[in-house]
């Protein structure tokens, strides 16, 4: 199913138009720039994720993680295979 497009009107400076075509050529540029936006704005969705949830995990609600992710990830990880290879 294709999108629905609609027509943006903004300004570019120059030089950043003439590499634009220069690199995808006048036909391209509409798909180039979607698809720059779309991950710029995906970008900017993550980090804005990562602010909102800044300090969302405590070390009082959380001992586990106290010696770190990688190591907690590690032994859970260790504690799995140990326990499938128990079986």
């Given at each position: 199913m294709a999108t629905a497009l609609k027509q943006a009107n903004f300004q570019l400076p120059e030089d950043l138009i003439r590499e634009l075509r220069d690199t995808v050529g006048k036909r391209g540029q509409s798909k180039f720039v979607s698809e720059a936006l779309r991950?710029?704005?995906?970008?900017?969705?993550?980090l804005k994720a990562l602010d909102d949830s800044f300090g969302a995990w405590n070390k009082m609600d959380h001992p586990e993680l106290e010696k770190g992710v990688d190591h907690f990830i590690r032994n859970t990880r260790k504690s799995a295979r140990e326990k499938r290879h128990a079986k």
């Open positions: 991950r710029e704005l995906q970008r900017h969705r993550q």
